[in-house]
């Protein structure tokens, strides 16, 4: 890797410069007094998507702390950059095409956890944005700490969890919530109790440049072997539903009724198991659109788009992908 295609600091190393979008010089300026984080110049972003396809980003970067988070994105405003933050990318589509701008990721150094006990006997837990929620799931359950045992084998960061009201089994993120903790697009922090934040179906009510940076959740004290039971139990049910260990986002669209999932119209409309390519309907469970081998973005988007067709003309109900499509300039 050299210093434009991989991993640099701040300052170092000018070569290749030529290659780099025009504000670099300007950011760099900007940021060389006080960042010790670490960033990636023109990377593919399918290192960081679960589906492992997408064009290139500008940058990546990946902040340390609250402060450093804070005095990027004051940075990115002032030299008018446009950015947007990721966890895991769990639920992400990066077109072919790449994102112009600067993608911020909240990672494993984005983490703490810490418990506070409450005198109605509740616990507040309290999270960093890039946790994984394998972690958090994890520690509640060492703790003794019941409320997240849904959440048990969804992949991604606390965050990311937090931002897409993520779900399994009735239960969801946002019925866990106490408070987040946000920065705006200024940088600035404000804390939000669960009341002033409208949690939809697979999202919540902030705008786009809102970054989830800490997570307080009100849970139970509970038996630790009985949470863990729970957990696993759930983690079985996904195993036994659901494709595991093959590249997907997870479910692909939101399910437009709660009596008609997305999985049985595309089932109904004889696509389970269809397959282009490399891209596949999944044959165990229809609302997973998995990656069998070499693929694009492309690819993923059209039988996306062959499956909304169909099911469409088969049923007259249209799906909405729940996962995040970003940067394709005709959808
Ligand atoms: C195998 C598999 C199984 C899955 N099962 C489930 C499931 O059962 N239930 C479910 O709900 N989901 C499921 N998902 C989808 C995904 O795991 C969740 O949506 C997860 O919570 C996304 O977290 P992430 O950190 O990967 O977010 P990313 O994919 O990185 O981002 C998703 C969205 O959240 C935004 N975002 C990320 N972090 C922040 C932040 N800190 N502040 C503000 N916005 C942010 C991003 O801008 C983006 O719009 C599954 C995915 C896979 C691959």
Redesign the pocket.
Known sequence: MNAVNGRMTWGKDEAGRGKLPVWADLFNDLMIDFWCGEMLWNTSMAEFS?YRVGGTAEAVIFPLGIQELSLLVQGLRKLDVPW?????????LVADEGLRGVVII?GRDFCSMERNAQPDGSVLARFK?GCS?AKVVKWCTEQGLSGLEFAA?????V??????N???WGGQIGDVIYSVMIMDSKGTLQSKERKDIHFGY?SWNEPEE????EIVFRLNKGDKAVIAEKCRKNVGLRKKQQPTNVI????FFKNPLPDKPAGRLIEESGLKGFKIGNVMVSDKHANFIVKTGEATAAEIVGLMRHIQNRVWRHSGIHLDPEV?LLGFADL
Do not use: D, K
Request: net charge positive; glycine share 24%; charged share 10%.
């Open positions: 679960a947007l933050v990721l966890g895991r990318g769990t639920n992400i909240l944005g929620m084998g969804i992949p991604g960061s965050g990311g969890a937090t931002a897409m993520s779900g399994a697979r809102m970054i989830a940076v997907s986002c997870g479910s995040r």
